[in-house]
């Protein structure tokens, strides 16, 4: 990102805007890193459920610019399962990891060969199916992991089978119009498959991502936009029948009165919810303020049955001073980070503070909202953390508004959120810290704030200060999953740390 | 070592055993020996002579290597002296040393045992030459017949007389020289160097083995002179084969399996079979390729000879069959038994001590000490996922092959802290109406409502 333009940068922060769904912690040491490389990590989700942990890493093979691959997974509790070895160029790697019980899909791509498919192996490791996508840059390995750093899963394990999600372009440069490529993917390489592409003739920009199914049907959200700097953005929700590729319904929540953000959705028996941001009738997303969060409910068939809003100036004023532009003091704007709607209607949402200055962008604490299935606000968790401010690499990012800085940080990686992990009846949200610490070195430490029975529970957990480099990741019930790389040693340190609740 | 006067103590023994027949009567909780010495003075000067003793007899050509050793032995001791690893409980002192000291008479044999009773659950004894030897509790705990514990003593007299310490220093030292000599290193070096890093990784394996070999042959040794010295007491010799029997089986395990949800089931809070429920893995665990085989050969890795090995060569040492001896039972079984909860507990393994409680509790329904343990047990567990300590005091969910002993760790993993809190409130108060004049109880009922503390608040 160091040299790309502000005009790059927005286009960055278009598919992430497209792409930002819901987002939705024994130890196990890698020491030889000596002799291998380590290409990629990642959670194995089922659902909202984490089932596991990959890691790729490569060796010299036998032959001359062969590459000896090792996909390693180990279970939710780090336990080895076992791996699967293949060979094949330099510049291989796995974006996504998913797994439906009965088969894993990997998501692979070969950036030089400019290959992008999807493996589906058995419990042997077996090939049961090989899908070949259309690949384009938005297929690069440092894309895909900003993206699922952010929660974005190009694969989700769905019945029977999954869905894969691509961006295409028409052309190969960034700067050309986008599309999306939805799949389903059988578990039965004979069975029916389906695809769905952005129409051809559009005039518009578009991308899509998953949001929720369930045996007969899978929602995706489509952005829109008409143009690259164009700052008119629409949402909208894509109902299809998961058996047939029919499309069922597409829900306009661009047509609406406010327009509204839909990151999340979650199918509960007849009733399907969808969740999000909502802004004024002449507000632009990315560039202005939400207003608040909006919950839609719509029967199966698309028919809308009620909308419910919770503006955060009316319902965090009673707990915070609020100025006229919409800003908490001490916490300055909010960036949305997570959302989750629990099946009877709760919605759980985990966002940042910021605020900024010419190309600064200081990250401060975190707000935790619990709303009740009427969208009444019932606890605010104020989570105090280090401050921290970060430079933003792209050039004119002075003359933008704050949100749009705020995108731009976040496209970065230079908030502190870390995920959102919903679990049976509890919501874990994680946030990694740099601490300033006194009369002692400076360091990391994990903050995670768990809702159980309607009140959120508090953990700390402090990281080796040797450790070169942390990344926290979303674990089963209970616990996180944190992964310490300490460069002199070469070593990979990957835990689980049980969380107070 | 002074001796300790048998007919001084004879009153308190039989008080301590007259408790233990009371406490199975559910009157007399059950309370934990001390780890302090009567007179640590005494017992450190004891063990200083021996170190003395012992570095004044080392070769003059190892003496490097033996003086190391003999300060690693002497410092290490009186670490664990300090750390109150041993239990210093005046009747199985008594017990223990009588078992030896009969050993030593019938065999006409000089050494003046020093024997410290070791905290550490597992089933293990050690010589340390020099007459020092540790009994862990462990081992008295899984021995329930004198002449078990009488064999394996002699085992450990065996190794004491064989000077296998001794030996072991001497092979050290040979090895050291070895290793030294310029002309080794050099190929070594060679090897590294032109990338025969197999090679050099096959020949330090090798003298791993050949350490391993040398452990092995000093066991077969101990056996066959332990036998001797078991048979010089008059003591039928098929003891030693039905021990080797016992320490084969994995004592930890209990023998009837125990039903969590009525064991833990108050009516106050309700056990929720969630907390049991087995995990759904990944391709139920298994995938694809499994890991490659280990460098290490594991049995060409062990100190002791198989088990059933040594089983098969002490029968065949013996001119009898087997029996089921003679019938003299070792009395501080159940003492043992809890000292090994305890040690668990005070070692922060809240799992094992959990377990162990509920194995106790299998057979003593009504003991309000193992009740209290349980309720202990559950508490420290909730501190340490507090203090983020969890993961060492509770293994992996596969540690274990007992499929009981796995339904512990597992629901102690799936149990929520605050579910924890909850349950071992509710338990301990349960308890307390139950057995209102248990002293155990009220302790761990009123620590388990000040709750945990955080350092974090």
Redesign the interface.
Known sequence: MKNSSILQTLFGIFLLAFLLPPATA??RSFGDLETVVMTSTGI?KSGDEV??YYFLHHRKGDKRGEMEYVLQ?V???L???????FKGNNSLSVTSVA?N?DL?AVRLVDTEEEKSWVQL?D???KSVDRTTLSYTIYDHPQYAESMTSQGYFPLAAVPGGFMSYSTTTAKKSAMSKTGYEIRFIPNDPEGKSWKLSSNEDREEFEAAGFLAADENIVLSFVGRRDGLMSRAMYFDVLAVDLQTGKELFTYRASEMENTVWLTDATVSGDRILLGGQYFGPDDKMIKDRPQGLALIELDRSGKEKKESYLSYEQSLGKHFEMDSKGRVEGIGNLMLHGLHITPDGSVVAAMEGFTTFNKLVTIKDALLLYLDPTMKLQTVEHLEKDQRTVELPMKGAALAGPMVLGFAAKSIGAFDFSYMQPNEDVVTVSFLNFERRKGEKNGLSVYTCTL?DGAF?????RLDSDSDRASVFPS???YVMVMEYFAKEKRLDA??????? | MPRINLRRLRPFLFGHLLLWVVAAHGQVEFVPSSCVPADSLLLIRNLDSRYQLALAEAPVASREIYAEALMDRHEGLLDLLRGEQFLFEPGVQVYVEAIFQEIIRANQLEPDPLILIGRSPTANALSLGNGIFIINVGLLELLSDRQELAFVFAHELAHDQLRHLYAKLDARAALSDQLGQREFRRQMKKAIRKGRTEEVAGQLQEIVYGQRRHSRAHEVEADSLGLLFLRSTGAPAAAAGQTLAKLKTDPFYATDSIDLHRALHVADYPFKARWVKEEDLLFGGEFGEQESESFWDHDSLRTHPALDDRILRVDSLLDTGPSDGDGQPQPWVEWAARECAESYLAEGATAHALYTALKLLQRRPDDTYLHALVGRSLLATCQAIEDHDFDRCVPPPRYFDDPVARQVVRMLRQMRSSEMLHLCRAYLADKQSRYPGSRAIQTAFAKAQEGIISAKD
């Open positions: 024994q130890k194995i089932k596991g997974l279970d939710q509790n336990e080895p399962v076992g791996k699967k070895t797994y019980g894993l192996l419990s042997e490791g159980l529970t508090r953990d700390k957990i089963k019930d209970g835990r689980l740390e049980r969380l107070r609740m």
